[in-house]
């Protein structure tokens, strides 16, 4: 069962990938704990099927935006929108991941893998990270108040186990991670330890969330075999990793800034 906050109430918090998996959920959860909502994602017709699920009594407290955060000048303006609409940020949520527009590019080998692809899943899971948190850190650093909160991933701290792809499938593709997505949300850890020390003097913190794998559309044999890899025997499911996502949101987490907080269920202590 989720925990209630009460100090996270009224907060503005935006959130990148908010139309997806992780991200329709965290928007579920803060609207139970009466938080305005700034739900940002680059797929027009997957936030309009979120806004469309919404309860008609949450519809006030959240604003729909879609927008390419990989594009510096379009971060700039998803934040300068927040603060016309509310004032201030008070939570800025990093949740946006790319497999780029083509997933079979995505889950090619790492020897075929293009420069394109490359280049597509590092301007959303790093750069867009990066440009989100310089413009939200810019209003955060002149309310001296503010906590930015980065999606990594378990393979930004291990490296991936290529037996439990044997006949492991993902929406019929044969899933592998490439070293694109690993390189990305590795240096997305590293950018949030700069920044919790950069901000945090300045009355800022930033923290990451390292989900392990999430049950959500694999085949049964790639279940077996993940959670066969996992002390807890299985994969994450959804809430569990928003749940933790939303401890960060809130003020029982204030002494936490630079701080992993690994939900995997055991996978990385092996």
Request: aromatic share 6%; hydrophobic share 40%.
């Amino acid at each position: 069962m989720t925990a209630t906050y009460t100090d996270i109430k009224n907060k503005v918090i935006v959130l990148t990938g908010g139309a997806g998996l992780l991200g329709s959920t965290l928007v579920s959860l803060l609207l139970q704990q009466q938080s305005k909502v700034v739900v940002v994602d680059v797929n027009q017709s997957a936030l309009t099927q979120l806004n469309d699920s919404l309860p008609t009594s949450s519809r006030e407290s959240v604003s729909i935006i879609c927008a390419d955060i990989g594009e510096v000048s379009q971060s700039a303006a998803v934040i300068k929108t927040c603060v016309e609409m509310h004032g201030r940020i008070d939570v800025l949520i990093n949740n946006a991941a790319s497999k780029s527009d083509d997933v079979a590019n995505f889950f090619i080998s790492d020897e075929e893998f293009s420069a394109r692809t490359w280049r597509s899943v590092m301007a959303t899971n790093l750069d867009g990270a990066f440009f989100m948190s310089q413009a939200a850190g810019r209003e955060m650093l002149r309310q001296r108040d503010g906590n930015i909160i980065n999606i990594a991933s378990i393979y930004g701290i291990v490296g991936p186990d290529q037996r439990i792809y044997e006949g492991s499938e993902y929406l019929g593709h044969q899933i592998s991670t490439p070293a694109a997505y690993s390189a990305s949300k590795a240096a997305l850890l590293g950018l949030t330890r700069h920044l919790a020390t950069t901000w945090g003097p300045r009355g800022l913190r930033v923290n990451a969330v390292t989900p392990g794998g999430i049950e959500s559309g694999q085949n049964d044999r790639f279940q077996k075999n993940y959670g066969a890899r996992v002390p807890l025997g299985r994969m994450a499911r959804v809430s569990e990793v928003a749940d933790a996502i939303l401890f960060l949101v809130s003020e029982q987490s204030q002494y936490l800034n630079g701080h992993n907080l690994v939900v995997d269920g055991g996978l990385s202590v092996w």
